[in-house]
């Protein structure tokens, strides 16, 4: 499975970006078949899952991110986006996209190999 994430960069707080994730199935996770998830990590801190699409295309954020970012997906594509809207320098990331498997209330990602992930940079 590869996972391609695009669209990140620099941009003054309040601003917008859009994230894509290409993603490539396997006979173990065909993409329209699976939740995805967009991820972000920052200096010094954990990954962290801030939004979740389901099949279904039912959606879920973050707290952090609730109201600003809109998730969705385009299953003819493989691909998984994210809307940034009214950024904040507490944004600021690599941001990842994954395969989710969900377990007893909660989403992980299913896979190890998480591609090398799209900067986003938020500047006050």
């Known amino acids: 499975v590869q996972l391609q994430a695009s669209g990140g960069g620099l941009v003054q707080a309040g601003g917008s970006l859009r994230l894509s994730c290409a993603a490539s199935?396997?006979?173990?996770?065909?993409?329209?078949?699976?939740?995805m998830g967009w991820y972000r990590q920052a200096p010094g801190k954990q990954r962290e899952l801030v939004a979740t699409?389901?099949?279904?295309?039912?959606?879920n954020y973050a707290d952090s991110v609730k109201g600003r970012f809109t998730i969705s997906r385009d299953n003819a594509k493989n691909t998984v986006y994210l809307q940034m809207n009214s950024l904040k320098p507490e944004d600021t990331a690599v941001y990842y996209c994954?395969?989710?498997?969900?377990?007893?209330?909660?989403?992980?990602?299913?896979?190890?190999?998480w591609g090398q992930g799209t900067q986003v940079t938020v500047s006050s």
């Open positions: 994954n395969y989710l498997r969900y377990y007893s209330g909660n989403y992980y990602a299913r896979f190890d190999s």
């Open positions: 199935g396997s006979m173990f996770s065909v993409f329209s078949l699976n939740a």
């Open positions: 699409i389901t099949s279904g295309g039912s959606t």
